[in-house]
């Protein structure tokens, strides 16, 4: 048996999870093993109390819902990876694409917690996610970037149908035919 199909094995059952409906005190600690910014994934909730955090949630919610949102933002939804008993990583969908998020982040970011990186958790979770941002996004394409200094990240996205699109010196920007998925 190859190295791919033992962790394929083990791999647990995964489904998302959106932020405030998971343990908040669980999900504050895995947002805690995350950098500020790492790769192009921006932590938001970076440095915060777990007070602190308890309001992030509840904003994140409201911006689900596109209430009070910041001026040129959208409405997203943060949704957690459960992996079995563990929470393993953080998507961001947004729900439609502006200007500017279609020149640059465009609808999904991630984050896998460093434990977790190397075993086909990004892989999955982004799957997972292109499943609910399908009926979601109303444009044709589901839009991404990544770091070039990222191929992990890259080669993620590809075995979830994207392609490269367009680049620059610092990032590919990648793409996800709906229909095709």
């Known amino acids: 048996m190859d190295k791919r199909a033992v962790q394929e094995e083990r791999m647990p059952d995964m489904r998302l999870v959106k932020l405030w409906e998971t343990d908040i005190r669980r999900a504050y600690e895995l947002q805690n093993t995350f950098a500020e910014n790492e790769h192009g ?3 938001g909730a970076y440095g915060l109390s777990f007070d602190g955090f308890k309001n992030y949630v509840k904003k994140k919610e409201e911006h689900s819902r596109g209430i009070d949102l910041p001026e040129g933002f959208v409405p997203d939804t943060v949704y957690i990876l459960e992996a079995g008993e563990d929470y393993a990583g953080i998507f961001n969908l947004r729900h439609y694409l502006n200007d500017s998020l279609r020149k640059g982040a465009g609808h999904i970011g991630y984050g896998i917690s460093p434990r977790y990186r190397g075993r086909g958790y990004a892989t999955e979770g982004l799957r997972l996610l292109i499943e609910i941002a399908k009926d979601i996004i109303p444009e044709d394409e589901i839009y991404m ?11 993620v996205q590809q075995k979830n149908g994207a392609y490269i699109c367009r680049e620059n ?10 229909a095709e998925y």
């Open 41 to 43: 994934f921006v932590n």
């Open 145 to 155: 970037h990544v770091h070039r200094d990222n191929l992990s990240s890259l080669r």
């Open 169 to 178: 010196d610092v990032e590919y920007f990648t793409r996800i035919k709906k």
